[in-house]
């Protein structure tokens, strides 16, 4: 596509703010293939979702961006940057970053389901950055679709003008042209200021193996050129620029990107902490003054460690960590030596998506086999010597005997769910120590608030409030503060040796079914081997719950014998396999599985 120069006032740049499932990436599909961004042979299903984890998971992790071309009916043509967002609860804050690069943001709601409580948090967000918010019923193809009564929804709960919202099917592509028309009526253009000194928002920074560092800006002031020397401002590293282009939604170079434009900009920089994302670009002469407002930092609620399987992995992942945080200024880590485990990291992460999602990367990109130990959110402990720690790891918990009051996060959880699941909603909600601070009724939905503590919500919590609700239930939450709570760390001995690996701390109420339960499933991961092997859970010196693996009996391959060679082998091979995901705990061997049944296991 041919570098088109627009005028500043035929440039809109806009985010779509949805629930998972409304119709998002279906809907960015039919946008770009509208605006001929791609022919129709190139238009694999869901460009955007560019990522293989995404796409197999079906949702949108990091936020990328297309530029589109639109004829509008006014006659005019307008160039169109769309900026993807994440639907997830746990990524809200990716979404803030992207509607930093916008005037604009369409609000999708699925016309047969209505508002969810995680769209709701993501608008609230638009509108204090004085986004303007332009709503857009999709999916009203279904029989099922019920548009008034979701514009009323969007007026009562979301609180925007919605009677007039446009009604649209990412499917069938009825309404797409109107969608388009709205964005350019309604958003407005970019501000900014071309002669002044450049200023460029960077949105997201990647590493590329070939070009290094590719970093996603937002033109604020000024003109970003190819050729021109370009400083980082939070570091003052000068750098020149090799490429500069705009996804359309291939990369495509164009050597220029002028106020108000979003692109990508590549300047051979190699050092992966070298263009931080909520940084600014200016020139290196003719400098900006001020760096633009950078984003809010996030800090991650869930720590668990990780360890390579194989220690030869150790500086690989050391690396792997340091490329995934360049883009995801969420994700933390620290060395972290486990008896049991030996050298890995300590990582923080925003929810247990997030953790899986980073556990796969770390797999399937970088190749390195993983061992993940149970997660924990972070405890504060007033210690009886009056200092006070924080604890994100159970074994730093201290002793029984010097600790005077362990603090535990709570969160104000935001639910929205139909009236019908209302009863099952809150039988989850009590379940998980939670307390009721508000319930609204809007139509057939209900607003509910709880206050629930932090380490109940981000295990299962989610996955438990879709399954009681039939999918129904949305949940949005935030934390609020730190409250005393009765916890105690729990111990896992095999064969009588604590794996530090193992411990996790619980509600004392918990503590004996939990203990009970993780034994259990231990018992059931665990193979036999050539010994019995001891399993118990103990708080302190007290045991609360043991069993026993059963010594082997018989040679596994003993059945094989005078049988089947190939077999015989293939049984072999298959046990080698295994192996791989095994870690020699003293003489036994535990496979991976069973540091994960902590978490397996309900409470
Ligand atoms: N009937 C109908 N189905 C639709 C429409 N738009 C999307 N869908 C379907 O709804 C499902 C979810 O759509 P997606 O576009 O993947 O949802 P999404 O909001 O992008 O999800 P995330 O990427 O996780 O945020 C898919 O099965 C789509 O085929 C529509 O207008 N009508």
């Known amino acids: 596509m041919p570098e088109r120069a627009f005028k500043q006032s035929n440039i809109r740049n806009f985010s779509i703010i949805a629930h998972i499932d409304h119709g998002k990436s279906t809907l960015s599909d039919r946008l770009i293939q509208h605006c001929g961004g791609l022919a129709d042979r190139e238009m694999a299903e869901q460009v955007l979702d560019s990522m293989d984890l995404e796409r197999e998971r079906g949702i949108t992790i990091k936020a990328q961006s297309v530029t589109l071309y639109y004829n509008a009916a006014d006659g005019e043509s307008y160039q169109l940057n769309f900026i993807d967002t994440p639907g997830h609860v746990d990524f809200s804050y990716e979404v803030s970053r992207s509607l930093a690069g916008c005037e604009g943001a369409l609000l999708v709601v699925d016309a047969a389901q209505g508002v969810e409580a995680q769209t709701l948090a993501n608008c609230y967000t638009a509108i204090e950055m004085d986004l303007e918010v332009v709503p857009v019923l999709n999916k009203i ?31 069938t592509g009825i309404g797409i042209d109107d969608v388009l028309e709205r964005i350019v009526r309604q958003i407005p253009p970019p501000g900014g200021d071309a002669e002044a000194p450049l200023q460029a928002l960077i949105i997201d920074s990647w590493f590329d193996n070939y070009q290094g560092v590719v970093s996603l800006v937002r033109v604020k002031n000024g003109i970003l050129r190819a050729g021109d020397k370009m400083k980082v401002m939070s570091t003052g590293q000068v750098h020149q620029i090799d490429k500069v282009g705009f996804f359309s939604p291939k990369a495509t170079e164009t050597g220029i990107l002028r106020t108000g434009e979003v692109g990508y900009v590549i300047a051979g920089i190699k050092d992966i902490l070298g263009a931080p994302v909520g940084d600014t670009l200016t020139l290196a002469k003719n400098s900006a003054v001020g760096a633009l407002p950078g984003f809010k930092k996030v800090k991650p609620q869930v720590y668990a460690g990780m360890f390579p399987i194989s220690s030869e992995d150790y500086e690989n992942f050391r690396d792997a960590l340091g490329k995934l945080s360049l883009n995801d200024a969420s994700l933390f880590y620290e060395p972290e030596n486990s008896s049991a485990l030996g050298f890995g990291f300590r990582c923080g992460f925003l929810g247990m998506l997030h953790m899986e999602i980073i556990q796969e990367r770390l797999e399937r990109e970088y190749d390195i086999d993983l061992i993940t130990t149970a997660p924990t959110v972070v405890y504060k402990v007033l210690r009886t010597d009056g200092k006070e720690v924080s604890v994100d790891n159970p074994v730093n918990l201290p002793p029984v005997n010097d600790i005077d009051v362990i603090y535990e996060p709570i969160v104000e959880a935001h639910i929205l769910v139909p009236q019908e699941f209302l009863g099952n909603v809150i039988t989850l909600c009590v379940d998980k120590r939670g307390v009721q601070t508000s319930m609204n009724y809007h139509g057939k939905q209900v607003a509910v608030t709880y206050e629930l503590p932090m380490a109940e919500v981000v295990m299962d919590f989610f996955d438990r409030l879709k399954s009681t609700s039939r999918g129904y239930a949305s949940l949005d939450y935030q934390f609020k503060r730190f409250q005393e709570a009765d916890m105690v760390r729990v111990d896992i ?53 043991r069993s026993t693996v059963k010594q082997l009996r018989k040679n596994v391959t003993a059945k094989c014998y005078g049988g089947d060679v190939s077999r ?36």
């Open 141 to 171: 193809d279904l029989p099922q679709a019920d548009p008034m009564r979701v514009a009323e929804e969007i007026e009562d709960i979301v609180g925007i003008e919605a009677v007039d919202a446009v009604q649209c099917s990412a499917k």
């Open 568 to 603: 015989k082998k293939k049984l072999l091979q298959k046990q080698k396999e295994g192996k791989k995901r095994m870690k020699q705990l003293g003489n036994v061997e535990v496979p991976q599985e069973a540091f994960l049944a902590v978490l397996k296991v309900g409470k």
């Open 493 to 545: 001995l095999i064969n009588n040796e604590r794996v530090d690996a193992l411990a996790l701390i619980t509600h004392r109420e918990h503590s004996q079914t939990r203990g009970r339960q993780v034994v259990d499933k231990m018992r059931e991961l665990i193979p036999r081997q050539m010994f019995d092997i001891a399993i118990q859970a103990t708080i302190g010196n007290h045991v609360i719950a």
